[in-house]
């Protein structure tokens, strides 16, 4: 995978800084929105942070990480009884949605196994192991 250094060409260069505002916009305490406009989606959704998270764990952005860890932590607090992950949860509210929840789970276990592949972070997955046998 190339990065910002070796590609070299600043019209390349210009595109992959004008790439990274996307996902550092998203960017939110409570986790990695699927929208940066106000007029958007002010929702961490689960499907689209861990879609995001499978190219932005490849950045080395502080913002972005911590944004894409406090996914996980908003989804799992909000893990249901039953074990269901919510396919959203309302930055504004903090509240969660389960309706049409099909993939949140499986997009969480996915999200959880890449992040760790990344960055072997062994205390952020001990953390995250409950909510994952949970689902």
């Known amino acids: 995978m190339k990065t910002k250094k070796s590609v070299g060409n600043g019209l390349c260069d210009k595109a992959y800084d004008e790439?990274?505002?996307?996902?550092r916009n998203c960017s939110h305490t409570s986790g990695i929105k699927a929208s940066a406009k106000t007029s958007g989606y002010p929702q961490i959704w689960a499907r689209d942070s861990m879609i995001t998270l499978l190219g932005a764990t490849?950045?080395?952005d502080a913002k972005i990480k911590n944004s894409l860890k406090s996914s996980f932590n908003i989804l799992a607090k909000e893990q249901s009884l039953l074990g269901i992950i919510p396919n959203n949860v309302d930055v504004r509210?903090?509240?969660p949605n389960f309706q049409a929840y099909a993939d949140g789970g499986l997009w969480f276990v996915i999200g959880n196994a890449n992040f760790f592949k990344q960055t072997n972070d062994k205390n952020f997955l001990k953390k995250n192991y409950p909510a994952i046998k949970k689902y």
Do not use: D, G, N, Y
């Not at 790439?19 to 996902?23: E, R």
């Open 19 to 23: 790439a990274l505002k996307v996902p």
């Open 58 to 60: 490849c950045i080395k």
């Open 93 to 95: 509210s903090l509240k």
